[in-house]
């Protein structure tokens, strides 16, 4: 007997429509509010107050990965237990603070830092990166910089690194703070497109609190971006977060 091949194309309809409806209700709104409340339970157990969890995408649409925000006085110690809890439930993809640390399964060694730090502070001896005035956006002409401070930082996958941003004492101190922390945010995200992973990456404005020492709180020199390299751990990616080939 010979089929139609519209009646192939028919039933692979069918299927595809199946398949879709079978993972929307898998991993549809209910799903994830079940996952919310689970997750919230966990907060509460750590005594983690002022945590805000959200299980939505970038478009506000229910989601298995996690942002966590708020919290900011809990301790290191205590952040890890939070995001390692809600990263345990069965169903969450993936858990990150809105400051840009993000839980990865690893080992509780932690092994010494690298060069890294060393590389991208000789980079940043003669060149500095460089905004457009009064603002977070990268200026065209450290483009180049950022691919190399990027190529510092890849040998150190596993690094916590720390994105400092800094600014001089004109202006108010709330918009410098402000200014700093964007563009500290701006270099992050500039890294994260060069292929750092956003897990190892935590960005901080200070505004003009911490001038260069020897340098008048006023001079332009202050105005400036600094890495540190505070651990460096071994990663295990997990089926979620493991990248497909290149």
């Not at 996952?35 to 907060?43: D, F, P, T």
């Not at 060149?127 to 990268?138: C, D, G, L, Q, T």
């Not at 180049?144 to 001089?168: K, M, R, W």
Request: hydrophobic share 40%; proline share 7%.
């Amino acid at each position: 007997m010979r089929f139609s091949p519209v009646l192939f194309l028919i039933a692979g309809a069918v299927l595809v429509a199946c398949a879709a409806y079978v993972t929307a209700q898998m991993y549809g709104p209910a799903f994830v509010a079940e996952l919310e409340a689970e997750a919230e339970s966990v907060a509460a157990n750590a005594d983690a107050r002022g945590v805000t969890i959200d299980f939505a995408d970038r478009f506000g649409s229910p989601a298995r990965h996690v942002l966590l925000s708020g919290g900011e006085d809990l301790s290191e110690t205590k952040r890890a237990k939070v995001a390692r809890g809600i990263a345990a439930l069965p169903g969450v993809g993936g858990v990150h603070w809105a400051d840009g640390t993000m839980f990865a399964a690893s080992s509780e060694e932690v092994v010494s830092p690298h060069h890294c730090q060393d590389d991208v502070q000789a980079l940043l001896r003669a060149r500095s990166i460089r905004f457009e005035e009064s603002s977070a956006r990268i200026d065209r002409n450290s483009l180049i910089l950022l691919d190399e401070v990027a190529d510092a930082l890849a040998p150190c996958l596993g690094a916590i690194v720390a994105i400092s941003g800094h600014t001089d004492s004109s202006g108010p101190e709330q918009g410098n703070l402000d200014l700093s922390r964007e563009r500290a945010m701006a270099v992050r995200d500039a890294l994260i497109d060069r292929g750092i992973p956003r897990d190892g990456l935590r960005y901080a404005g200070y505004g003009s609190q911490e001038p260069v020492e020897g340098l008048d709180p006023t001079d332009p020199a202050n105005r400036r971006i600094e890495f540190s390299v505070i651990s460096t751990q071994p990663v295990v990616p997990t089926p979620v977060d493991t990248p497909g080939p290149r």
